[in-house]
């Protein structure tokens, strides 16, 4: 799990801020009010009976609107005074109805993920708010601070407390992947529906011995008497577990020798092997792959990082391809909650018109970013010494600043919508394990 989450901070944007962090930015501050006068609380729809405020709607609007204005803009088509969000989009939809249609669904199915988790006792756990709070606090950091932050959050008409929300519906995704599926339970898949969701998505798995013949801090060739070490080493420990013909104790005795002689980087971060499909591996140790069946060892296998030993591993017994099988599974589910759920929306909701709202929502962000470069010349104007910012450096600072802001404003959609557990994620359709896979560097392209 921890890895879509490093991803979706990478992106900039968190989790959720720590009691301590920010303590003077005002926490109590309202961006749904300052941006379109109500409140965030506001009840735009229900989903079965259920709440949906202004502020869970208004973030998934914000970002579709983001990114619906930056590709019709770029496509051109808009006659005269005519507004983007009134060209037709598709078979007669406006592409502001598009999008107020679109941030709707994913408003749904956040609320029905949470809800029938709930309906499990599958919630956020104590586990899972301290594993986000860890995340959070070097990723905040990274991203230019807390500053920087709050600023996004705002101009995502998120408060903290409705970011950490949000994203906690993605952990009770997982939960309820890994429950409901579990192994002994009627939804279980059976060793065949591994396989076979394998095939279908062209996931490969493995382990491998190393020996490297590259130097990796210059990446140039070892001399050849060290090569021809590695490879009579290789040779040798082939021949160990070519004599072996019970499966079981030739992984387990493949598992001690790669423990104790390959030089893949990533072993460590990756004891079970890898997953990985098409294009991710070099040819040699992708091809190699293909070539074996389960539980097969290869030959020597030489690629441009050295001499590699290769056990192809049975998708039915790799964690990480049935948690990928569950979450895909739970994607299914999940949309079938959406479809069957009863929505009742609101006035507010029927009158929102997307024009007016991205007009109020942009005004809103110029507003941010003005108020950020007129604090920042104070600040400088205001102290001297040794250890003064220069006008200059605090220029290039905020120069920074916003250019991190513009890009969690207009960037990608997608790792936009990860770091909340999107909706990709919170339905399972964006947890292939192919990009989970920490794939190491002596492996991967």
Not at 33 to 40: A, K, S, T
Not at 381 to 405: H, I, K, L, P, V
Request: with cysteine.
């Amino acid at each position: 799990m921890k890895n879509w989450i490093r991803r979706a901070l990478g992106a900039a944007m968190a989790l959720t801020l720590t009691a301590g962090l920010l303590s003077g930015c005002g926490s109590a501050e309202d961006p749904v009010q300052e941006v379109m006068g109500y409140p965030g609380s506001t009840v735009m729809f229900t989903v079965n009976g259920s709440d949906v405020t202004a502020e869970e709607y208004l973030f998934w609007l914000a970002q579709y609107t983001d990114q619906a204005s930056a590709y019709l803009t770029s496509m051109g088509n808009v006659e005269g005074d005519q507004s983007i969000w009134d060209m037709d989009f598709y078979n007669g939809t406006t592409a502001g109805e598009s999008v107020k249609q679109t941030a709707q669904q994913y408003a749904i199915l956040y609320n029905v993920v949470t809800a029938h988790g709930e309906e499990g006792g599958y919630t956020y756990t104590d586990e899972d708010k301290a594993d986000f709070q860890e995340s959070l606090s070097a990723q905040v950091e990274q991203m230019g601070g807390d500053e920087v932050f709050e600023t996004w959050l705002k101009s995502m008409c998120l408060t903290r407390e409705g970011f950490e929300n949000m994203s906690s519906v993605t952990y009770i995704n997982q939960h309820m992947a890994d429950g409901m599926y579990r192994e002994g339970t009627d939804l279980a898949p059976t060793p065949e529906d591994l396989r076979t969701y394998a095939d279908e998505n062209d996931y490969l798995a493995a382990k491998h011995i190393l020996l490297l013949t590259v130097d990796q801090t210059t990446q140039e060739a070892l001399p050849q008497e060290e090569i021809d070490q590695k490879r009579a080493t290789a040779e040798d420990l082939l021949a160990q577990l070519q004599a072996i013909t019970d499966p079981a104790e030739l992984e387990t005795k493949f598992d001690e020798l790669m423990n104790q002689y390959s030089e893949d980087t990533g072993l460590e971060a990756n004891p079970d092997g890898y997953v990985f499909t098409s294009g991710q591996m070099v040819e040699p140790f992708e091809e190699g792959t293909r070539a074996l069946d389960y539980g097969q060892i290869s030959g020597i296998v030489e690629s441009d990082y050295g001499f590699h030993i290769i056990l192809r591993l049975d998708p039915a017994e790799v964690e990480l391809i049935r948690s990928d099988w569950a979450l895909n599974q739970l994607s299914q589910q999940s949309t079938q909650w959406v479809e069957e759920a009863e929505i009742v929306t609101t006035e507010t909701y029927d009158n929102l018109n997307v024009g007016d709202f991205y007009e109020k929502l942009t005004t809103y962000r110029d507003a941010l970013n003005g108020t950020e470069e007129s604090d920042s010349t104070s600040d400088t104007q205001d102290t001297s010494g040794s250890d003064t910012q220069t006008q200059e450096e605090t220029s290039d600072t905020q120069a920074d600043a916003n250019t991190q802001e513009g890009d969690a404003d207009t960037g990608t959609t997608e790792g936009e919508a990860d770091a909340a557990g999107t909706g990709e994620d919170a339905s399972g359709d964006n947890a292939d394990s192919a990009d989970n896979a920490d794939t190491g560097d002596t492996a991967t392209e």
